[in-house]
């Protein structure tokens, strides 16, 4: 799956074994998994406005570290 060249899938996990199929997720999947995330670190912190940037950023981080 690409459009203009841009691969709408990503590696979910690296492959343990030779025999091992490497498992993919799909963008729109870490953007949901991100988005639930980053809702979570809000909830953490009394959904106080003004940090939603930063509550995003560290989901990704959190997110991608496991998807990578």
Known sequence: NTTLGVDKKSPASKT???DQITEYV???Q???M???AAYFKALQRNLVA?????DW??????IYGLVY
């Open 30 to 32: 870490q953007e949901a």
């Open 34 to 36: 991100i988005a639930k």
């Open 16 to 18: 343990k074994s030779k």
């Open 26 to 28: 799909d963008v729109a």
């Open 57 to 62: 950023l560290a989901a990704e981080a959190d």
């Open 50 to 54: 003004g940090h939603e940037m930063d």
